[in-house]
């Protein structure tokens, strides 16, 4: 067969029967490529901002096209098959074809296409996309998985958000390419050893984006060139959070704010956990518990404090707003059986966030409740949303499918505030949310790692879920430190992983206490904000007194670290470098950094070995080369390029800076 290829403006068009491929220039080094065998292709840019002006050409002959744009090149044959190389002409990443129609350059009794679309009744397709697997190729990024790996090559990854997992569908190569899979169907990806291939299970078109770069950090930021990136990170998330499940009264929680006033100990935001409401899809708070909202707000920030309340998607059909909110379509709907997203102390419908009127509805509804009297940060939970059933299949949005679109929710609900806390003139927006898809960062999206447990084994993966979110461009995230199931601050046991992952967070993004712990208290009552009970003590005085002076400690190196936090965060802000990165970020010609997935950089300057086992009082850390290195506690100097033996008592996380940072690290 021979595809027809023709230039429209800066678009190559190539066709062949009823199908449109495009292939664009999107941004510096970068290209869109769309695909689709309906009428007409969808002009929606999905994570995508509108590209920026690049050099480009496109060249067109009867047997062949190309597009090239800075550092890529595309090379599409006349019988399809796409092929990327960088500025030297290395191939990057290349389409997987077996079949017989271009004996020209290939020939196979196979009959596999790299671009699958199988039509499903109704409309759609479900769409296969292949390419040749380079076995050495490692990847990273992607989004959150709650798993023990960084590199993700030879991985099956879900593309749907689960309660902590989030589907960021952002891949970068060691080869020296990014990949973004621009389509937030329900899917499934997997980086095998013979074939990389990633399905949709039900969408219009095909739509990925690719770039290339000499470096990871040079693909980074094209990337967040290109999705945009997150705002400047005000002041007071730099701190400490304080939270827990969950403060039940007024009472109760500013009580625990002037005990850290009372101690001298730093804090900076604090938070009111879930039902505090009436009822969900209330959207306010209940007065029995919570009776003067105005004087509590005014009350925390004379101390210093902001407040932090939780918002839920969830909209009881028994709650003031929900038969107007039925009426105007701004609830999800099933497509059979009865209308409930979720179950939990309440038969519930999520909201529709890809509505924009029911977006507006939700908002107007937190301002006149929360907003105007002075809250300046939500925490936007069951962002994925959570189903009490996961059959993707049954539910449907305003803007398609589940199986279609579902991945946009936790953009849609971060861009509900986001938009709202813009409007009313609020700079340096950040929230809170549970999950995220390519693109959330743009609307001030702060990810955490869901209802994890609370292990050691949790904590490991937690390193690896939270270095493969900052990859895949979501750089403001965090985790509950401790696990969020169980965990009793009387354990000996849980006592040592707790004080190992406070550790570890204190070079975190966010540096936030939370979790639900044992054993629990009964519901102060049967109704509203008393309906739901409340795990035990999780303050920082809560597990002892060895504990404390440990948790103290590393309070004060976070304070004495607020400068350099703010300058990393503005990297964030201006550039989309995650703060919290892989050993090869800042050092991709050290070969054996690619293969450390126990430490990361905290900014260009501190090196982070966290402990990750329990009893272990020493780990092994390696110093990449190209720099020297200095124990911030022993002041001992080291050569890069080794790796040593580094002692670890409980009162220490190993961590080194790099050449001769100045930074403030002491105990």
Not at 329 to 344: A, H, K, N, P, W
Not at 360 to 369: C, D, G, S, T
């Amino acid at each position: 067969m021979d595809y027809i290829f023709k230039k429209d403006g800066n678009r190559l068009i190539c066709e062949y029967d009823n199908e449109k491929l495009w292939v664009e220039p999107w941004g510096e080094n970068s290209l869109r490529l769309r695909d689709t065998h309906q009428a007409f292709m969808i002009e929606e840019n999905w994570a995508l901002l509108p590209p920026k002006n690049s050099n480009f050409q496109i060249l067109v002959d009867n047997q062949r096209a190309s597009v090239i744009n800075g550092k890529i090149k595309a090379d599409i044959s006349a019988g399809g098959k796409i092929v990327f190389s960088n500025q030297k002409g290395q191939i990057l990443l290349q389409e997987f074809v077996r079949n017989r129609n271009d004996i020209r350059e290939f020939c196979s009794a196979l009959n596999i296409d790299a671009r699958e679309f199988k039509g499903i009744p109704g409309g759609n397709y479900q769409l296969i996309l292949r390419f040749e697997s380079n076995p050495c190729e490692r990847i990273f990024g992607m989004g959150q998985y709650q798993q023990p790996y960084l590199d993700v090559k030879n991985c099956t990854l879900e593309l749907a958000h689960r309660n902590s997992q989030a589907s960021v569908p952002f891949a970068l190569s060691s080869l020296g390419y990014g990949f973004l899979w621009n389509n937030p169907a329900i899917g499934q990806v997997t980086f095998g050893k013979n074939m990389t291939e990633w399905k949709a299970y039900s969408t219009k078109q095909m739509d990925y984006w690719i770039t290339a770069g000499d470096s990871p950090a040079e693909i980074e930021e094209s990337y967040a060139s290109a999705t945009g990136t997150v705002p400047m990170m005000p002041d007071y998330a730099m701190g400490f959070w304080q939270c827990k499940l969950r403060y039940q009264t007024q009472d109760e929680l500013l009580e625990v704010a002037r005990e850290y006033k009372k101690r001298g100990l730093p804090i900076s935001v604090i938070v009111i956990d879930f039902f505090h409401w009436p009822k969900q899809g209330e959207w306010k708070f209940d007065l029995e518990y919570w009776p003067d909202p105005d004087e509590m707000i005014r009350e925390l920030k004379e101390m210093g404090i902001e407040l932090m309340v939780s918002i839920w998607p969830t909209v009881d059909k028994t709650s003031a707003n929900y038969q107007e909110m039925l009426q105007k379509g701004y609830l999800i709907r099933t497509e059979r059986g009865i209308r409930t997203s979720m179950d939990f102390l309440g038969d519930t419908v999520f909201y529709d966030a890809t509505n924009p009127g029911a977006r507006e509805f939700v908002w107007e509804k937190a301002k006149e409740n929360y907003y105007d009297k002075g809250i300046r940060i939500f925490w936007l939970d069951e962002a994925e949303p959570e189903y009490t059933v996961y059959d993707y299949d049954n539910y449907r949005y305003y803007s398609g499918t589940n199986l279609e679109i579902g991945n946009i929710y936790p953009v849609m609900y971060a861009k509900t505030f986001f938009d709202g806390m813009t409007r009313a003139g609020q700079k340096n927006v950040l929230n809170l949310l549970r999950c995220a898809w390519a693109g959330s960062q743009r609307y001030g999206a702060l990810v955490w790692s869901g209802d994890i447990d609370s292990s050691f084994t949790s904590l490991r993966n937690q390193v690896k879920a939270g270095l493969n979110m900052g990859l895949a461009g979501i750089p403001w995230w965090t985790t509950d430190i401790g696990g969020f199931h169980g965990g009793n601050p009387e354990n000996p046991s849980f006592r040592e992983c707790i004080i190992r992952w406070f550790e570890y967070a204190t070079f975190c993004p966010v540096f936030r206490l939370h979790g639900d712990r044992e054993p629990h208290s009964e519901p102060l009552g049967i109704f509203g904000g008393g309906l739901f009970g409340s795990g035990a003590a999780n303050e920082v005085w809560s597990y002892g007194e060895v504990a404390y002076e440990i948790f103290k400690k590393y309070l004060m190196i976070r304070e004495q670290l607020q400068a350099y936090i703010e300058e990393i965060m503005r990297k964030a802000h201006e550039k989309g470098t995650p703060p919290m990165r892989p050993l090869f970020y800042d050092f991709p010609d050290d070969t054996q950094s690619w293969d450390i997935e126990d430490q990361f950089m905290f900014g260009p300057d501190i090196l982070v070995a966290p402990v990750l086992y329990e009893g272990a009082r020493s780990r092994k850390v390696y110093l990449p080369s190209g720099a020297k290195w200095r124990s911030a506690f022993s002041e001992q100097t080291y050569a890069g390029g080794q790796s040593i033996d580094c002692e670890a008592p409980l009162t220490i996380i190993p961590i080194f800076l790099k050449n001769d940072a100045q930074w403030l690290i002491k105990e």
